[in-house]
């Protein structure tokens, strides 16, 4: 008998007042969904890839595979902070690129020549980063990691074409 009061409210609160008659909100019309269209412009779908750093088989391979090649509008990228800084030297990505940004810039230009769309999902800050001092999950010095995703994002940004090492 606890729950009778909130079962109650809960039937009366479903009845509608319409003149003189009660009906529940359950009895109204049936509205008749519109037949479905589809369109482009709406959905995307995409694939993660997570190319591998010093195994260009590998990239090539996935590459070629059609749920990138074709089935795709976007790739989504998992990258590693400490991967592509492991030191303070390879934040000049022009002048001394990590070896993983090396394979994510190959990637990228290689989305890019089939009109893919990028995303990316950043994690991982490097020991030289973060406030302990330790690589992996720990909190960044304040203000890197937002230097960091700005300029990550505006050099990847800025590759339209695929690099002499591309992956195709």
């Not at 990239?59 to 070629?64: E, F, I, T």
């Not at 002048?95 to 993983?100: D, M």
């Not at 720990?138 to 591309?166: C, F, M, N, W």
Request: glycine share 6%; aromatic share 10%; net charge positive.
């Amino acid at each position: 008998m606890k729950y009778f009061p909130l079962i109650l409210l809960l039937v009366v609160s479903s009845l509608s007042a319409q003149g003189n008659k009660m009906t529940s909100l359950l009895d109204r019309p049936k509205v008749t969904p519109k037949p479905y269209q589809w369109t482009t412009d709406h959905m995307q779908v995409g694939v993660r890839w997570q190319p591998f750093i010093g195994r260009p088989g590998n990239n090539h391979h996935d590459a070629a595979r059609a749920v990138i090649a074709k089935d795709s509008s976007y790739v989504q990228f998992w990258v590693s902070w400490s991967a592509m800084e492991p030191t303070p030297a390879h934040m000049d990505y022009a002048k001394n690129p990590s070896p993983g940004m090396q394979e994510i810039e190959r990637a990228v230009a290689h989305c890019k020549k089939l009109g893919l769309k990028v995303e990316f999902v950043f994690f991982h800050a490097p020991a030289w980063a973060t406030i302990e001092g330790k690589p992996g999950g720990h909190r960044p010095k304040p203000g890197l990691y937002e230097q960091y995703v700005k300029r990550i994002a505006t050099h990847l940004s800025l590759i339209t074409s695929p690099s002499p090492r591309d992956i195709s």
